[in-house]
């Protein structure tokens, strides 16, 4: 059975699942779909065609399904789509997306969005994220799995971050960051891996040499970037971690590689 405070605002349509508490001073929109066990603590507001996964726990002042902060919206019903097993802290925004963008913004499963951070619209978030208190995405950006983002760091539009990328704090990533990347700075760049979090998802130490080899010959070697990238292509058989760095390059679009400090003039 949900328990619904009597000062809430739930408007005809919206679903809540069972279990679920709808604490003081919510406001739930009519085309809103809340899943089992979730609890919004008080003054939460969810507007648009906003879905959100079982055992979300949605602290005071959180903002979700907005409008998208684009020029080009018009008032049109778009999309946001939350995972199950998140934790929103206090005065987080996600807004839904824009009809050129695809019309939805994704979130993952058991993301931590500490209090003030931002997803912005067509955003696609994975899963077991950590954003810090006020790190923001710009509109259209992909976020890996096992992303951690540092506080008051901020990621440009279109910019793609891979799985298990560690940002520092007060960050501006303005490039795509390699899986595993370890980034920081005023202007994000890449300072190496995050052997850390390579650790924590149980690389082995024979992995984490092979790794660390292909990355020295990939960004520390002799040459332009553009000679060393072709030349380590085969390693891409020695472990699936350097077959999806590689992937992930050769598939960016709109964002430059965000390259260590000391290369960025060596295209």
């Known amino acids: 059975m949900s328990m619904i405070d009597p000062t809430a605002r739930i408007e005809d349509g919206a679903v809540i699942g069972e279990g679920t508490s709808i604490g003081p001073y919510c406001i739930i929109g009519p085309h809103v779909v809340i899943g089992d066990n979730c609890k919004l603590i008080a003054h939460v507001h969810i507007t648009a065609k906003t879905t959100i996964g079982a055992g979300c726990t949605i602290y005071p002042f959180v903002s979700l399904g907005t409008p998208p902060q684009s020029l080009s919206y018009r008032g049109e019903l778009t999309r946001l789509e939350i995972g199950a097993g998140c934790t929103i802290r206090e005065s987080v925004t996600m807004n839904a997306g824009t009809v050129a963008g695809g019309g939805v913004t994704r979130v993952g499963e058991r993301g931590y969005f500490m209090n003030c951070s931002h997803v912005g619209h067509d955003c696609r978030v ?121 992937a992930f390059i050769g598939d960016g679009k709109h964002r430059a590689l965000c390259l260590p400090a000391d290369d960025g003039n060596k295209h």
């Open 126 to 246: 994975g899963n077991d994220v950590i954003f810090a208190t006020s790190a923001t995405l710009g509109g259209h950006c992909e976020i890996g799995d096992f992303v951690f983002i540092g506080g008051l760091s901020a990621v440009h539009q279109f910019t793609r971050i891979g799985p298990q990328v560690m940002v520092g704090g007060v960050c501006g990533v303005r490039g795509d960051v390699i899986p595993f990347g370890l980034v920081n700075g005023q202007y994000a760049s890449l300072e190496g891996l995050n052997i850390i979090g390579m650790k924590r998802r149980k690389f082995t130490k024979d992995r984490l040499a092979t790794v660390r080899s292909f990355y020295q010959k990939l960004f520390r070697g002799p040459g332009i970037f553009a000679e060393r990238l072709t030349a380590v292509q085969p390693m891409a058989a020695q472990d699936p971690a350097i077959a999806e760095i590689l």
